[in-house]
C-alpha cells in the first residue's frame, strides 16, 4: 500500500522562499512518477509541477523558475523548492504519487496536503 504525506508548509512573507517535503511510503519509489499540485481558495486543484522516474520534470507555465521538483531515491522523498513567493502562491500544496506511465501524468496516490500561506 502507497501511501504519501508532505510536510513544510507555514506562513511566509511575500519574496521569501520554502521547501516543501514529500515522503513516500511503499516499494519501489524510483519508478514512481511525483508531482506537486496545489488549490488556492475557490479554485480548482492544478499541478504545479512533475518528475519522472527518469529526473525529468515538468512545470506549470505559472510556476516556471520559481519552482524547482527534486527527488532523492535513496530516502523515498520528493521535494519542491519555492522561491519569491507572492501571495497568489496562497494554496494548499498535494503532494501524489503514480506508477509510472509514459502517458499523461495521472496521479494515483494523494497526500492530505499542507498549507503554504504568504502573508507580510
Known amino acids: 500500500q502507497v501511501q504519501v504525506a508532505e510536510s513544510g508548509g507555514g506562513l511566509v512573507q511575500p519574496g521569501g522562499s520554502l521547501r516543501l517535503s514529500c515522503v513516500f511510503s511503499g516499494r519501489a519509489f524510483r519508478l514512481y512518477s511525483m508531482a506537486w499540485y496545489r488549490q488556492a481558495p475557490g479554485t480548482q486543484r492544478e499541478l504545479a509541477a512533475a518528475i519522472f522516474p527518469d529526473d525529468s520534470t515538468e512545470y506549470a507555465e505559472a510556476v516556471k523558475g520559481r519552482f524547482t521538483i527534486s527527488r532523492d531515491n535513496a530516502k523515498n522523498l520528493a521535494y519542491l523548492d519555492i522561491h519569491n513567493l507572492q501571495p497568489d502562491d496562497t494554496a494548499v500544496y498535494y503532494c501524489?504519487?503514480?506508477?509510472?506511465?509514459?502517458?499523461?501524468?495521472?496521479?494515483?496516490?494523494w497526500g492530505q496536503g499542507t498549507q503554504v500561506t504568504v502573508s507580510s
Open positions: 501524489s504519487a503514480q506508477p509510472y506511465d509514459p502517458g499523461p501524468y495521472k496521479p494515483l496516490y
